[in-house]
Structures are given as structure tokens and as C-alpha cells.
């Protein structure tokens, strides 16, 4: 009895001792794997943490982008630029005679009716404004071009009863030309007027006869432009649409001076300069029959 007691005590550690050590031969088999598929468990949530780092601190190389166009500032032309002589300047004339008589810088714009008005009793305004245009600018216009612009850019409405352009209209106009100007008030001493002539390039000026009629006479209102000041002789080239004999002459400064209406609002226009980028119309050419001086 004891005997087989004994025997199955002594099988029962021969199991034992088979299932560990086939447990260890396991445990020594697989500590490798396993040792390994921790390696490579720990290499990976390194290189996502590393990955993940990179998103977040490392700035990509930007791609290629197109540029906006560099804007440049616009070039001024002043006085001092230009090398305008009488000859390049112009001076259109407004009234019927000269046109019948075909006189050089009328055209049909003066038998025109416009808005219900006859362009020869108001267009004195259009005629400056398109002298300084064609004058200053590679282009040209009549005045007829300027009395449509100035009604598409302005809030001028001229009607059967009044059709002189305001002094702001012609303002904004040669604006929209790329043209400069001031409007102004009569300077208190004329050598006051005489330095911004000399400064200036050219001036609208509003003269009246009942202020001083010495070179105007029976003259309520009228435009004149004038040009090309010469401290020598202190005088100016006249551009006069409203009298031939009085257009492309050179008069003393003092006549337009002591002419001013200083019943107006402002007295006259000074032009001090041309941006050619700032030219929104360039306008060119006049279609309709006109005494060309070339």
C-alpha cells in the first residue's frame, strides 16, 4: 500500500517537474518575442511623439505665391518739368463769327446748341478746361468733349436758363484728367498773384468789367486762361475763347488782376501740375469740323 503511495507521489513530481520546466522553456522562448514586439511598441509611440511634435513647431517651406503688382506713387509733372512755349498751347474760341470766318481754333462746337442753350453764350468755361487738357496731356479734346465729361463726373446740369459750369465742376473735371488745381480767392497784394503765377503752370481766371475795364469791356462773367508768365514784362499768353482779337496775345498780368469778379465765390483756378497715371478719360481727337491752326 505504501508502496504505491509512494509511486504515485513519485509520478505525480516527475509531472510537476516536467510542466516547469516546460513552462520555463516557454518563459525562455517567448521573453525574446515579447522583448522585441516591446521594442518596436515603444519605437513606434516615439516616432508619433516626435511626429506629432513636428506638426505642431516645424513650419513648412512656404509654396510659391503671385505677387500683387508693386504700385508706384504717381509722378507729378510741375512747371518745372514743362518747356511749353505758345506756339504747343491751346486756345479754343467759342462764338459764331469766328467760326463763319473760319478763324484757327473754332469749329462747329460754336453754333451747337446744348442742353437748350447756345454753347457761344456759356461755353467760355469748356473752351479753359480743354486748352489745359490738350495742352498738358499726350491727348486732346474739344470743348464740347469737356462739357460732356464734366455732365457724366459732376453733378453739372446745365438747362435752357443757365449753362455756365461752376468753378467746382471744372475742378472735378480736369481732376478726373489727372490735372491739379487749387480754387482761389483774389490775393490780397498782386505780388502775391504775380508769385503764383510764376509757380503755377497756367490759371482760369473769372474777369469782370465792372470791376476794371481797361482790357474788358462789357464783360459781365467771363473765363479767360492764361499761361506762360514772364517776370521780364510781367506779362502772360492770353487764351481768350470770347474775343479772336484778344486769343494768343501776351497782355500785363495787372489787366487780369484788377479784372478779377470779386462778386464770385472764388476768382480763379491755379493749375500746378499733371499725375499721366491719374488720366482716367484720355480722350483723343476731335470728330466734328474745326479751324485747326496746323
Known amino acids: 500500500m505504501n508502496s504505491d503511495i509512494r509511486k504515485r507521489r513519485a509520478q505525480r513530481e516527475r509531472k510537476e517537474a516536467f510542466s516547469s520546466a516546460v513552462f520555463r522553456l516557454i518563459v525562455l522562448i517567448l521573453l525574446p518575442v515579447y522583448a522585441v514586439m516591446m521594442a518596436r511598441v515603444l519605437i513606434k509611440n516615439n516616432t508619433q511623439t516626435v511626429e506629432e511634435t513636428q506638426e505642431v513647431t516645424v513650419t513648412p517651406v512656404p509654396a510659391e505665391e503671385e505677387t500683387e503688382p508693386v504700385v508706384l506713387p504717381h509722378t507729378l509733372v510741375t512747371a518745372a518739368d514743362l518747356s511749353l512755349t505758345e506756339e504747343n498751347i491751346f486756345s479754343f474760341l ?17 453754333e451747337q446748341v446744348l442742353a437748350g442753350q447756345r454753347f457761344s453764350v456759356f461755353g467760355c468755361g469748356h473752351c479753359c478746361m480743354a486748352n489745359i487738357y490738350s495742352t498738358l496731356t499726350p491727348y486732346f ?149 474745326w479751324t485747326s491752326p496746323w
Open 141 to 289: 479734346c474739344s470743348p464740347v468733349d469737356m462739357f460732356d465729361l464734366a455732365r457724366e463726373v459732376t453733378d453739372y446740369a446745365p438747362n435752357a436758363n443757365y449753362g455756365a459750369i461752376a468753378w467746382d465742376y471744372m475742378k472735378q473735371s480736369l481732376e478726373y484728367t489727372g490735372i491739379v488745381s487749387s480754387l482761389m480767392t483774389k490775393d490780397a497784394t498782386y505780388e502775391e498773384f504775380q508769385q503764383k503765377m510764376a509757380n503755377g503752370i497756367s490759371a482760369i481766371v473769372n474777369v469782370n468789367s465792372a470791376n476794371d475795364s481797361t482790357y474788358w469791356k462789357d464783360v459781365t462773367g467771363h473765363y479767360i486762361n492764361i499761361w506762360l508768365y514772364n517776370s521780364a514784362d510781367d506779362t502772360v499768353f492770353l487764351a481768350d475763347s470770347g474775343n479772336p482779337e484778344h486769343n494768343r496775345q501776351r497782355i500785363p498780368l495787372k489787366y487780369v488782376y484788377d479784372a478779377m469778379k470779386t462778386a464770385d465765390s472764388y476768382q480763379y483756378m491755379l493749375v500746378t501740375g499733371y499725375y499721366p497715371d491719374g488720366n482716367n478719360w484720355q480722350k483723343n481727337g476731335i470728330a466734328v469740323d
Open 94 to 110: 467759342q462764338g459764331p463769327k469766328a467760326w463763319n470766318a473760319k478763324t484757327e481754333w473754332s469749329g462747329s462746337w460754336c
